[in-house]
């Protein structure tokens, strides 16, 4: 007996809008896409979404409704040779009045020369391309063909739509196999919230379900027969891509925010995705020193730790301390005052320049130096009552400027309150 080796998923591609599941905001009764394609007229666009959302069934769908020429090739294995040979064609087919629809999956694969060879031939309507891509075309695309493009976004599939597909795949395989096989309604809600929002995912896991239930020649499919190593998934996660960038983001603005909750989630959706530690704990360490600052300057000294004892333990239980120490750094009082004041500081000597240091402030360290003024009338703060006597120590022409103005948070509302009193008549730390 022969067998058929077409995956479910590609047997259940849409033959037409009616057919097509989810994305109602682009394919929709007034979904933009399709009302824009209805008008006959071809575009160059981006669907840019997670897998198995519905890219390339509905670049097909595009191409079927304009019936222009429809190629599609792969971004992996296309090079320029043969953009070249499709693009000779595509002129032949222009002067015919037939357009040419380059269809590009994992657009994001091109290089920069690939990209740019392309453009000339968007410019003059020889071809029109539809990429799709997983990455963010902000990263990934070149800015020239960015802007010779149309960008739309592919949301994730609800589980509900996730279940639609389902009872179509699983009618299709009943219908071609003639098998009286029952699959328990509990099957297909574990399959679909198992599959990540990733219709091609859950498809395949239908499949090999299935496949597996006749293999034990059993005609039910219940919920205790699914295989958690079938199940399994792994979370989606690229180190080099948007989504890396997303959770770092999330994790440092949950410990800003105060939030240790969603500052340890996050820590742990990074850990459990294969995120390199060192760098959590570096971020974390510029957490202590932005955010925390001298509000809790422990929230430093934790931070590093941290980072110190992950290097000394490893894997996993060095994992223990960079948590410790995310939610002890999202727990403190917040202060970006010493971020604030050293970025003050660098603009100012944007502005005045290499201002002379102060004589009074200057080493004698020989004695043709100590004859011109070097350390004159410079006072030694120990010689005086609280370690502190009153002097000017920047330089002259900016001897009024302030830089650091402490919070009123934590550790630091003692640093202002001491250095009122010191600077009083002086310094205003009230802003």
Partial sequence: MGFDYTPLAEKLKPKSWEDFVGQS???????LLKILISQGKPFSFILWGPPGVGKTSLAFLVGQTLKAEFIVVSAVDTTVKDLKDIISKAKQLKGLNKPTLLFIDEIHRFNKTQQSFLLPYLEKGDIFLIGATTENPSFELIPPLLSRVKTFILNPLSKDEILLILKRGLERVLSETKEELIVEPEVLEKIAEA?????RSALNLLELSLELTKAYGKKVLSLKDLKEELLFKPIKYDKAGEEHYNLISAFHKSMRGSDPDAT???LARMLKSGEDPLYIARRIIICAAEDVGLADPMALVVAVAAKEAFEFLGQPEGELALAEAAIYVASAPKSNSV???LNDCYEEIDRSKELPVPLHLRNPVTRLLKNLGYGKDYKYAHDYKEGFVFQSYLP??????????????????KIKERLKILWKGFKIYDK
Avoid: C, M, N, T
């Fill in 25 to 31: 905001h682009l394919v929709g009764e007034k979904g």
């Fill in 195 to 199: 599959s990540g929002e990733d219709a």
């Fill in 264 to 266: 340890v989630y996050w």
């Fill in 339 to 341: 971020y604030r004041a």
């Fill in 396 to 413: 002259e022409d900016i001897k009024h400027k302030q830089f650091y103005f402490p919070s009123d948070r934590g550790i630091e509302k």
